[in-house]
């Protein structure tokens, strides 16, 4: 076969192996994200607006601690199953094992952290001592999900897709009367342990898939020399766990300067349930792209220049066609989105559409961003993360006070569009780059 002919069939599969990743990878968040929604506005409609605030300022304070104890692994065990789950099984084995096992001992540690703080980020952060019983209640949620997010970074490596969809379907069905049963008989602290039982539910579903798949593959979970994959914590992890750590914490202090406004509870009810909508806007996309970080390291450890190249492009490109048209339909249409949560929800319209177009730069930030985690540019996305909290927490000090929910989404769009522009000027512009990811980025998309 000629030349060229080989490298059109090589394009021609590439794209169809992206495009049926990604479909699996849709599938599944988007029967997430539904779900998700679906709850929250169950919750919103059987709770007071106050009450939905105090369990979305619960989240956010669980939120706060997670990257701190997730320790950047759920990237990681993506990145390293990818490109040994096939060349080096024993090497894959052992990464896993390290990583489940310190998301474990971290989680728990985290967790009991935030129960022995909860008297003060109550009385002091959130301003009420009211909240620490809520605060303690919510801290079951902080190890659930650290154990969940380096399960499901695992399924990721193992490009397990139709198996995290499948799993998804059944969260979704199992969880939701939960969550609705629980909020409405317990209030806040009901809705809080509908979301518990959830989580540790999906643990145990996910603990049970990935075994199979391991299994499937060859891949067994070894603690003998473990030890000896320490520096992949430092050279990968440890950056992505700054980057966590420095966002992370600003999130939070953003979200308390609102809930300490004059009726912040029901500003950051408004936020939340906007906020549900930015994440539906841009979980096609951002499910995609988590078939992007796996292909990339595969094709970069297999020296597949072109395919990486090809594979960036396309899903660049895709997330750009994937979230700018709904995002117009979701700003046209923010007011009857927003009263799905409840009439009292109406007259904050504004929050969601300015929530709406922030989608953009943060989808930008994330497909630009998978490109230098899967170069090994991992310390780059931090200098960038860095700068997104910076420009965030200056723009929600300055406009929290003068239009409360809405100020707090307008920094959010801010903060990501700086980042967005700034990682692309590194990928486009940095002198001498020899990496696909800067050739990609400079080429036609």
Known sequence: MPTFLSKIVAAVKQQA??????GWSFAAALIARSANLIALMICARVLSQEQFGQVAIMQSTVGMFGP???LGLSITTTKFLAEYRETDRVRAGRILALSLTVAVFAGAL???ALIALAP???????????????LIQASGLLVLGVIESVQTGALTGLEAFSRIAKLS??????SLPVVAILAKTNGAAGAIAGLTIALAWTCLLNGIILRGECAKRGIRLSFSGWASERQVLFMFSFPAYVSGIVVAPITWMTNALLVKQGGGLAEMALFTAADRFRFLLIFVPISVSRIVVPTLARLRSAGDANGYKSALRWNVGFGMLSTVPPVLICMALSQPLMALFGTSF????????????????TV?????GAALMSDNRAWARTGTDALLSVTFFLCAWWLIPIWHASGLAMAFA????????????CLRYQPKAKAPAMQAVAAPV
């Open 17 to 22: 192996e992206m495009a049926t990743m990604a």
């Open 68 to 70: 701190i104890a997730g």
């Open 110 to 112: 985290m967790t009991l």
């Open 120 to 134: 003060q980020l109550a009385s002091r952060g959130l301003g009420s001592a009211d909240l620490t019983r809520p």
């Open 169 to 174: 379907a059944w969260n979704g069905v199992l």
């Open 346 to 361: 109406a007259h904050g319209w504004p929050v969601l559409a300015i929530l709406a177009l922030s989608a953009i730069p």
């Open 364 to 368: 930008l930030n994330t497909q630009l």
């Open 414 to 425: 801010l903060a990501y569009t700086a980042a967005s522009i700034t990682l692309w000027i």
